[in-house]
T-cell receptor
Framework: EPEVTQTPSHQVTQMGQEVILRCVPISNHLYFYWYRQILGQKVEFLVSFYNNEISEKSEIFDDQFSVERPDGSNFTLKIRSTKLEDSAMYFC?????????????FGDGTRLSIL | SQQGEEDPQALSIQEGENATMNCSYKTSINNLQWYRQNSGRGLVHLILIRSNEREKHSGRLRVTLDTSKKSSSLLITASRAADTASYFCATGGGNKLTFGTGTQLKVEL
């Protein structure tokens, strides 16, 4: 069964450094998402992306964050200048359709640790 | 915003028993979804129930939805140790999902 893959599984970065998290969505999916989960807390929506532009973003997704689909397969999340509070699990998801009755398929996440 | 809140926060049962988890939300919905998360892994979609449905089954899973009470329940029958995971309800869809706080289920042998 096709799946969403994320790399790296764990990223350790110094505060203030830039970090890029990578995702390969399911190949025929058109809608892409990033979520994060701070340890012990809810999974929170960050951003959705379709047709090479952001469809919706949350308050968390400030100017330090950006997303990109640099080629036909990858979908990346960049944090420009990381802060301690960016430490979390970051999940990528994709869906075939934006129809609200379509499930989103999640990757296993990248654990981001900011030192 | 639509928001799911699950209870209980944690549930420990013996293998073979049934597990019931509840979810409440605040606003009108088109559907409600349940996801499972094994420790250290991503979220796996389990089942989706539309707002005009009251009950749905998938294998050992049974989901109910009461839109008048803005609540849903997930029942896992004949639980197995492999069912040990966190279970989340989620509302929304389309551009984003809003997840609840989750129920940590532990199924002991």
């Amino acid at each position: 069964e096709p799946e969403v893959t994320q790399t790296p599984s764990h990223q350790v970065t110094q505060m203030g450094q830039e970090v890029i998290l990578r995702c390969v969505p399911i190949s025929n999916h058109l809608y892409f998402y990033w979520y994060r989960q701070i340890l012990g807390q809810k999974v929170e929506f960050l951003v959705s992306f379709y047709n090479n532009e952001i469809s919706e973003k949350s308050e968390i997704f400030d100017d330090q964050f950006s997303v990109e689909r640099p080629d036909g397969s990858n979908f990346t999340l960049k944090i420009r200048s990381t802060k301690l509070e960016d430490s979390a699990m970051y999940f990528c998801a994709s869906s075939a359709d934006r129809n609200s009755n379509q499930p989103q398929h999640f990757g296993d996440g990248t654990r981001l640790s900011i030192l | 915003s639509q928001q799911g809140e699950e209870d209980p926060q944690a549930l420990s049962i013996q293998e073979g028993e049934n597990a019931t988890m509840n979810c409440s939300y605040k606003t009108s919905i088109n559907n409600l979804q349940w996801y499972r998360q094994n420790s250290g892994r991503g979220l796996v979609h389990l089942i989706l129930i539309r707002s005009n449905e009251r009950e749905k089954h998938s294998g050992r899973l049974r989901v109910t939805l009461d839109t008048s009470k803005k609540s849903s329940s997930l029942l896992i029958t004949a639980s197995r140790a492999a069912d040990t995971a966190s279970y989340f309800c989620a509302t929304g869809g389309g551009n984003k999902l809003t997840f609840g706080t989750g129920t940590q289920l532990k199924v002991e042998l």
